[in-house]
């Protein structure tokens, strides 16, 4: 089964900053990894499929990167509505299909 | 559009069943795989179990094996989950999920049905 750790737990910025989050695998998943959005009370929101690849309707300041075995999620510049929970989810080796942790970003 | 709209989820007592059902429309429903994930309250993202678009290839985690069964009627275009033997860890938000073939990638999720097990 592939782990993924997702760091940090909780992050607390501003508006306009940039926010960086971090997956870690516990072993290499090519590019075959995602990024979910979930606000609070509302269902999961695919936001990145393939690492790099923005979903349909996903804002432009959203943005992913990495190979193998970490990957990144950068937020360029933070919007209220960004408050969420990110969760990152691989597909290359399932079943099962794993998801992080989570990281909770905060808006100051 | 893309439509998921779960029903079925309710407060059930240890040991007892329910089955979930997830109703699709916006979409080729018999070519997409359909899974369910579910959220254990104040929890992250588990998935439980995934179907392909004929039905043929079924998987569940360790989690539900054996308890849960995953099916679908694409006359219908709904996808169903029967619990059975349900425990208090299997509590949850369980949400339907779609993907492009069996390629899983969860493209779009229903909003999600809440399962209580207590006695």
């Known amino acids: 089964e592939i782990v993924l750790t997702q760091s940090p737990v909780t992050l607390s910025l501003s508006p306009g900053e940039r926010a960086t989050l971090s997956c870690r695998a516990s072993h290499s998943v090519s590019n075959y990894l995602a990024w979910f959005q979930q606000r609070p009370g509302q269902a999961p929101r695919l936001l990145i499929y393939?690492?790099?690849h923005r979903a349909a309707g996903v804002p432009a300041r959203f943005s992913g990167s990495g190979f193998g075995t970490d990957f990144t999620l950068t937020i360029s510049s933070l919007e209220p509505e960004d408050s969420a929970v990110y969760y990152c989810q691989q597909r290359v080796y399932w079943p099962p299909l794993t998801f992080g942790g989570g990281t909770k970003v905060e808006i100051k | 559009e893309v439509q998921l709209l779960e029903s079925g989820g309710g407060l059930v007592r240890p040991g007892g069943s329910l089955n979930l059902s997830c109703a699709a429309s916006g979409f080729p429903f018999s070519s997409d795989a359909m899974s369910w994930v579910r959220q254990a309250p104040g929890k992250g993202l588990e998935w439980v179990s995934s179907i392909s678009g004929s039905g043929d290839i079924i998987h569940y985690a360790d989690s539900v094996k054996g308890r849960f069964t995953i099916s679908r009627d694409n006359s219908k275009n709904t996808v169903y989950q029967q619990m059975n033997s349900l425990r208090d860890d299997d509590t949850a938000v369980y949400y339907c999920?779609?993907?492009?073939?069996?390629?899983?990638?969860?493209?779009?999720w229903g909003q999600g049905t809440p399962v209580t097990v207590s006695s």
């Open positions: 999920v779609k993907s492009v073939g069996l390629d899983m990638k969860l493209d779009y």
């Open positions: 393939d690492a790099s």
